[in-house]
């Protein structure tokens, strides 16, 4: 029922992605694509507020009941969005079945130290390339992985994606273990970032649409260094400065996946733009996934430290990957300007 349930969340945000891209206008594409992330933003930091409510007062159990809500959008979706010819073409169910093999197999890795689980993970992913090499119409176009500026810009986010499930995992535990707060009262410290990040979307779009991507590609993984930074540095030294912390994180986070999933509508071809947002959101999804299961498996092995210097190790490791996410979006704005010049 998980993968059932994850087939669906998983597809909603490149969706909204695609129709962004494909419906709204260039110059307002950026308020479009900053009103969604905010909104990935805010259901990321309402969830353990809702959840921590819902499991302490009722039961887990409802927990599913408020997500089967969403159903009631459908009349909404079929009256608004507009209707499409189908196009003939098929499902690459292999391709498919083999990322979702492959990633699987190397998260169970991490997380049980499976060797078979990693054999076979890889096996799959080699599979994978194989069959998207061979297939007449790949679960994943090819030309994908030959787009050096497509793979450059999509390490910008997907850093920004790990950094934020890993701190949405490790958070909760460090103000319900160290700080002994309630479920709802660790979802209150997390949701004021949240709320700041749907405050500021507004200005965010204004921003990318008047000002264009370069700035926030270029300044934004800073505040995602910063973040991370102050999380090892503050663990121990109280909630609230995880609060401010954390309203950084989400901020950045927001500002960044804003611009980077509107700077790739621009750059891929119009043919290439559900694939690669597809694949955008794979990866993105895949980081986030792998993050929670680094950090679960660096908690196990420092078992000899105390929580916060625990968590605090855990977040200089992710001061790295911050810091390669910066690397990554000044050589992306080069690589891209400097095709532009030679164009």
């Known amino acids: 029922m998980r993968l059932v349930q994850a087939s669906g969340a998983g597809a909603i945000p490149s969706l909204s992605l695609v129709l962004i891209s494909r419906y ?3 110059e307002r594409r950026g308020k479009a694509m900053a009103a969604i992330m905010s909104a990935v933003s805010l259901g ?3 969830g353990p507020v809702a959840g921590g409510a819902v499991v302490e007062y009722l039961g887990w159990h409802y927990l599913f009941v408020v997500t089967a809500i969403t159903l009631l959008l459908l009349p909404f979706f079929a009256a608004l969005i507009p209707a499409e010819k189908a196009r003939k073409g ?6 498919a079945l083999f990322a979702a093999i492959g990633t699987t197999g190397l998260l169970l890795f991490l997380t049980s130290s499976s060797w078979i689980a990693l ?8 599979l994978f390339v194989v069959r998207i090499r061979t297939a007449a119409e790949p679960f994943v176009a090819p030309s994908l992985f030959r787009n050096r500026t497509y793979l450059m810009l999509g390490a910008v986010g997907i850093a920004g994606y790990l950094c934020s499930f890993a701190t949405l995992y490790l958070l909760p535990q460090i103000l319900v273990r160290h700080y002994e707060l309630s479920a709802i009262g660790a979802g209150l410290v997390i949701f004021p970032g949240s709320l700041l990040s749907l405050l500021v979307s507004r ?10 991507n370069d700035a926030i590609i270029r ?3 800073f505040a995602l260094l910063l973040s991370v930074i102050l999380f090892a540095l503050f663990v121990g030294a109280g909630y609230v400065a995880l609060l401010f912390a954390y309203m950084i994180l989400s901020v950045g986070f927001t500002f960044l996946t804003s611009s ?3 700077e790739m509508s621009r750059i891929l071809e119009p ?3 559900g694939s690669g947002m597809g694949l955008f959101q794979l990866l993105q999804f895949f980081s986030g996934a792998f993050g929670v299961a680094v950090t679960a498996s660096a908690l196990g092995w420092q078992k000899a430290y105390t929580l916060p210097h625990a968590f605090g190790n855990i977040y200089w490791g992710l001061a790295v990957v911050a810091a390669a996410s910066i690397l990554c979006g000044l050589t992306y704005l080069r690589s891209r300007n400097r095709q532009a010049a030679a164009a």
């Not at 098929?90 to 391709?95: E, H, I, Q, R, T």
């Not at 054999?119 to 080699?126: T, Y």
């Open 24 to 26: 709204v206008p260039i």
């Open 44 to 46: 990321l930091g309402l």
């Open 90 to 95: 098929s499902f690459d169910l292999a391709g």
């Open 119 to 126: 054999a076979a993970g890889a096996a799959a992913l080699l």
């Open 203 to 212: 200005k965010v779009g204004s921003v990318i649409d008047l000002k264009g």
């Open 219 to 221: 300044y934004a993984p």
């Open 260 to 262: 980077i999933s509107n």
């Open 271 to 273: 043919k290439q733009i």
